[in-house]
């Protein structure tokens, strides 16, 4: 029996694969918990064109976050901190306040995706990894004054 695959199935395959599987298999295991469907024409078209609108919005993705990666280039972050009398700051910088002052510039990044290479805990410049979705990577300048 045909069937499409409607969620993950372990050591069958994934969502949207069309398997051959046999009849009892399909009847008392994967129809009753909603894992599979009768493989039909119309279901396999329907799955054809769910797959190429999910390439294009992959596409789509890919294509924003390479022009936010382009865009991080060129920004720079200044954060103020109060520093003791030798100049070191009383707080580290953080990868969320660094996230925070990147949304008021226009680049929405969560603080996860900021990867601060050594503790920023003086005055001075500083180049700050951010990782992105599909594999990609950008530094930002943060710059930390008094």
Do not use: W
């Not at 799955?47 to 190429?52: D, R, V």
């Not at 009383?90 to 929405?108: D, E, M």
């Amino acid at each position: 029996m045909r069937v499409v695959l409607l969620k993950d199935v372990p050591a069958l395959g994934v969502k949207g694969a069309t398997k051959e599987v046999s009849d009892g298999y399909a009847r008392n295991f994967l129809l009753p918990k909603n894992l599979a469907a009768l493989a039909t024409p119309g279901l396999e078209l329907e799955l054809k064109k769910q797959q190429a609108q999910k390439s294009l919005r992959a596409e789509a993705d890919l294509q924003q976050t390479q022009e936010l990666a382009e865009k991080l280039q060129t920004v720079e972050v200044v954060i103020k901190g109060k520093t003791n009398e030798v100049g070191t700051l009383y707080a580290k910088i953080l990868p969320g306040q660094i996230a925070s002052l990147l949304k008021k510039q226009g680049c929405v990044i969560k603080k996860e995706q900021v990867f601060i290479m050594e503790p920023i805990k003086e005055v001075g410049d500083y180049r700050v990894l951010i990782k992105l979705p599909h594999n990609l990577e950008s530094e930002v300048t943060v710059i930390v004054t008094e």
